[in-house]
């Protein structure tokens, strides 16, 4: 392959990458052309998601992007004495045309178009890549368009609960009030979840915009990101975007010389599982405890500092801008069913190939398990997945075969959530994964209800004393009516759906839940 004028070279700079090496990696490859004065220009860009491959560098070729991966700093010398710069195909590390590696390739990013793409903070590269497409239609429509767009496209909510945005923001607009509110969810606290973070890396003016575009249909001028404190770079890059997106008028007052205006604020959390849970983090946004409230009244008509807000997951809020970018009955196209557009799944745990694959919902799990996952990183065999949280069910082989779809995943009691999808090998024991999930449920209860404080406790008692084989059958018994309290009982889904896990370990596991011979 021939190489382009002027060497270009990709870095990526995400978290995960960061934890890889990717800064030494750039150091070492900056030192390499300094010492050779060799003219090369350096790109962070996000992460393609390939995480398995990272960190993952790639160069610019007249054919398209060339990537080499996984480089560590020892694979430096080789790589640029073979002059990878230039798309050289014989290096070991050599993994062909970025957009060829099938894992990618297999993917529907719609979303994550541009993360991995762009250098994250060039205002430049967004907007040559569809940025603010949707944002400067939406500045041509009314409020009411807006939402009529959004609710019909199909879109449903990416944080967990699947609830159509459109009708939220309806809400909120029909609600008469001086001031209004939309506030991102950005606490990411599912295991095994990344997506949010990899956005806002990688791509954060797409979330700018899509909440831009929420408070202008709604009637808000003011906005919060709710972030998780682990994010610390996330925090970084989103401060910087901010910034750059108001010096350039596509955020602060009279955006665009439209005479309409939209602030934003990042907030960072505290650590705590349940503030992710809407009705606590606008609690913990107000500056107090993370409890949850009772509903009624919504947030959409009594959110935050008692004024109506929208509140959304950050992948719900970053798509906003595709749908206004190409409208409506373009994405009610892709999905299946009720089930509209693409879901980010996030595949962690015991996986050949970890990684963000963005598909149209549809396909099997077992497509993201082996197609995309190959299997474990173990070499065992799969024993269960566990999708959607530490509230969604383990899910045994048997139910591989069930098509990624809301309506699909509630047929067996199970959620698609914020798409993280934890794997298992055969040595896991799943009792004490049951064990674990309500123990999770205890700790991180908020204490509001009975059924989740009390019920959480005195269900990791229950199960202790059905593995220990003390009064089996009839602790199992009690432990059903237990979860069933929780179920019917909890005001929030915290306690609602911790027996989700249970009762699936305890029902296609019962093997782990007996007496653990002494070997
Ligand atoms: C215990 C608990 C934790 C939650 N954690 C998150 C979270 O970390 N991020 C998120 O977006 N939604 C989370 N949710 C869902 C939110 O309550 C809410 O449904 C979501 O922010 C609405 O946005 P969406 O409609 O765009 O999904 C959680 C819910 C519960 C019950
Ligand atoms: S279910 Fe648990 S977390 Fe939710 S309100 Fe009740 S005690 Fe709090």
């Not at 500045?139 to 009708?167: E, H, K, N, Y």
């Not at 960072?268 to 409890?291: N, V």
């Amino acid at each position: 392959m021939s190489a382009v004028a002027t060497p270009k070279m990709y870095i990526p700079r995400d978290t995960t990458a960061l934890s890889l090496g990717a800064d030494k990696v750039a150091e070492a490859i900056s030192h390499y052309a300094e010492d050779n004065t060799l003219p090369l220009h350096i790109t962070r860009n996000g992460s393609r998601g390939l995480y398995w491959l990272e960190p993952m560098i790639e160069v610019a070729t007249e054919q398209g992007r060339v990537a080499y991966g996984p480089v560590t700093v020892d694979d430096v010398e080789s790589l640029m004495d073979g002059g990878c710069w230039s798309g050289n195909s014989d290096h070991p590390l050599y993994l062909g045309l970025t957009e060829e590696i099938e894992y990618l390739k297999n993917q529907q990013r719609l979303t994550f178009s541009r993360v991995g793409v762009i250098d994250p903070l060039s205002l430049d590269e967004y907007c040559a890549n569809g940025g603010f497409d949707g944002l400067h239609n939406a500045l041509g429509l009314s409020a009411q368009a807006i939402v009529t767009t959004v609710a019909d496209s199909g879109l449903r909510g990416r944080g967990g609960a699947a609830f159509p945005a459109g009708i939220k923001w309806q809400t909120v607009l029909n609600t008469q009030a001086e001031q209004k509110y939309i506030v991102c969810n950005a606490d990411e606290g599912d295991s095994g979840t990344y997506a949010d973070r990899m956005l806002m890396e990688s791509d954060p003016f797409t979330l700018i915009e899509g909440m831009t575009i929420a408070g202008l249909a709604v009637g808000a001028n003011k906005g919060y990101i709710y972030l998780r404190e682990e994010y610390r770079l996330a925090d970084e890059v989103l401060q910087q975007a901010l910034a750059i997106a108001e010096a350039n008028q596509y955020l602060g007052d009279n955006i665009r010389g439209s005479g309409k205006s939209f602030h934003l604020e990042v907030r960072l959390g505290a650590g705590a599982y349940i503030c992710g849970e809407e009705t606590a983090l606008l609690e913990s946004l107000e500056g107090k405890r993370g409890m949850v409230r009772a509903k009624p009244p919504l947030p959409a008509i009594t959110g935050l500092f008692g004024k109506p807000t929208v509140i959304n997951n950050v992948i719900s809020l970053a798509t906003v801008p595709i749908i206004l970018a190409r409208g409506a009955e373009h994405y009610k196209t892709i999905g299946v069913g009720r089930s509209l557009g693409t879901l980010p799944f996030q595949l962690a745990g015991n996986i050949q190939r970890p990684g963000l694959v963005e598909l149209a919902f549809g396909p099997g799990l077992s497509t993201l398990l082996n197609d995309f996952g190959g299997g474990t990183r173990s070499g065992r065999p799969i024993k269960a997945v566990q999708v959607g949280g530490p509230l969604g069910a383990y899910l045994p082989e048997s139910q591989w075969q069930t098509p990624l779809d809301y309506e699909a995943f509630a047929g067996i009691n199970a959620v698609l959530g914020h798409g993280g999808v934890v794997v298992f090998d055969e040595s896991v024991d799943m009792g004490e994964q049951a064990r674990f999930s309500m123990e999770f449920c205890a700790i991180e209860s908020c204490g509001k209800c009975t059924p989740c404080r009390i019920g959480s406790t005195r269900g990791v008692e229950v199960i202790d004393k059905i593995r220990n084989g003390d009064e089996k059958e009839n602790n199992i018994e009690l432990l059903t009516d237990l979860c069933d309290t929780m179920i019917n009982g909890s005001l929030c889904a915290m306690g609602g759906m911790t027996p989700f896990p249970v009762m699936s370990a305890l029902q296609h596991f019962p093997n782990d839940f007996t007496v653990q011979e002494e070997v």
